[in-house]
């Protein structure tokens, strides 16, 4: 009996590599990475909201500052989650995080409205752009996890659409070469 090999991969692709697998763990890291940007973004909008209280803006002050603590615990709680046991309780973490998140967003719309209206001092505003920066980062790293799980879906796509006879002969073909 003769088998063909056919390759339903990506042109370039190399045979028994497989990049989905790696983007995987890459997406792992570009996970914590990203939570750890936004750790250190929330550590720095509290700094620059302390030095922006020191110039009698205590209302604008105590919502950036809440808004910077929820963050700071919607990142604890999604570094949790990605070491959670299960699916289940990943995802119960995870929407914990979202809500403290959208309760973040809008102390810190609030604390933005209040500071615009009152002004805004030099070592505050230093601050607040690395904090921005570091948000910036953050962005970045999310928007290349999700390009990864996009190639991912495709790359399962391609590997699944074969057909059950198909895929009987490459693995068949596979083991006689070795």
């Known amino acids: 009996m003769e088998y063909e090999l056919y390759h339903y991969g990506v042109k370039g692709m190399k045979w028994g590599i497989r990049r989905a697998r790696k983007m995987d763990i890459r997406n792992a890291k570009l996970a914590k990475k990203a939570l750890n940007y936004d750790k250190k973004a929330a550590q720095l909008t509290k700094k620059s909201e302390k030095a922006h209280s020191s110039q009698d ?35 119960a973490l995870q929407k914990k995080a979202a809500k403290k998140q959208y309760k973040a967003t809008k102390y810190q719309t609030e604390a933005n409205r209040l500071s615009k209206q ?17 948000a910036a980062k953050a962005a970045k790293a999310r928007m290349k996890i999700a390009n990864n799980k996009a190639f991912i879906n495709t790359m399962n796509k391609k590997v699944s659409s074969l057909s059950a006879e198909d895929r009987a002969k490459v693995e068949a073909w596979m083991r006689d070469k070795e």
Do not use: I
């Open 57 to 91: 803006l205590e209302r604008s002050n105590k919502a950036a500052t809440k808004a910077a603590n929820l963050n700071k615990k919607a990142a604890t709680l999604q570094k949790k989650a990605l070491k959670a046991e299960t699916p289940s309780q990943q995802l």
């Open 118 to 134: 009152t002004g805004y001092g030099a070592k505050a505003m230093k601050l607040s752009v690395k904090s921005d920066k570091v």
